[in-house]
T-cell receptor
Framework: GAVVSQHPSWVICKSGTSVKIECRSL??????MFWYRQFPKQSLMLMAT?????????EQGVEKDKFLINHASLTLSTLTVTSAHPEDSSFYIC??????????????FGEGSRLTVL | RKEVEQDPGPFNVPEGATVAFNCTYS??????FFWYRQDCRKEPKLLMS???SGNEDGRFTAQLNRASQYISLLIRDSKLSDSATYLC???????????FGRGTSLIVHP
């Protein structure tokens, strides 16, 4: 079946540095990719939706200048946490929708990335 | 009505019991559904995808009820190791955005 590769699976960085997380669809083209994070003791919340070739749509409360999302191709979306701080430590996961299937197309998830900011 | 709703539980069951969770969704045209499992202080892991025809993997069965707009997860012969939080994912809204439920807590006791 279709696979979404998310990398890195875990990363530790110092406060103030930037971290990039990649989400790649390996055997299909993804029109849309979704990014989520999980706050302590809460479920996973949508951060932003990215469509290939256009600016990402951010959910309320998510700083677009801090969480930079790039969806430059139909197989790759990246999330960059800029000037990371300890409160950004979280689990981040992406999801990709198969291009050919429209809005109701099949979805696939990456395995997630655990970010720890010291 | 919330887009995706789950009973938070906890469901407290003895070993060997059969337990079922439901997750209701509001977007009637949704296509892709999932169940995730999350252990305490661990990352969520994909447990099963939910297909229109149902999906079975060992002791776990996932089903989709389109008429009533819910998905279910059935666990047979519960083990202590099944204790976890189970999260459903359903597309919601006009853009069919995959949305996680709040999770259902399962505790299996000896």
């Amino acid at each position: 079946g279709a696979v979404v590769s998310q990398h890195p699976s875990w990363v530790i960085c110092k406060s103030g540095t930037s971290v990039k997380i990649e989400c790649r669809s390996l055997d299909f083209q993804a029109t849309t990719m979704f990014w989520y994070r999980q706050f302590p003791k809460q479920s996973l919340m949508l951060m932003a939706t990215s469509n290939e070739g256009s600016k990402a749509t951010y959910e309320q409360g998510v700083e677009k200048d801090k969480f930079l999302i790039n969806h430059a191709s139909l197989t790759l979306s990246t999330l960059t946490v800029t000037s990371a701080h300890p409160e950004d430590s979280s689990f981040y996961i992406c999801s990709a929708r198969v291009r050919e299937e429209g809005l109701t197309g099949e979805l696939f998830f990456g395995e997630g990335s655990r970010l720890t900011v010291l | 009505r919330k887009e995706v709703e789950q009973d938070p539980g906890p469901f407290n069951v003895p070993e060997g019991a059969t337990v079922a969770f439901n997750c209701t969704y509001s977007n009637s045209a949704s296509q892709s559904f999932f169940w995730y499992r999350q252990d305490c202080r661990k990352e969520p892991k994909l447990l099963m995808s939910v297909y229109s025809s149902g999906n079975e993997d060992g002791r776990f069965t996932a089903q989709l009820n389109r008429a009533s707009q819910y998905i279910s997860l059935l666990i047979r012969d519960s083990k202590l190791s099944d204790s976890a939080t189970y999260l459903c994912v359903c597309p919601s809204g006009g853009s069919y955005i995959p949305t996680f439920g709040r999770g259902t807590s399962l505790i299996v006791h000896p």
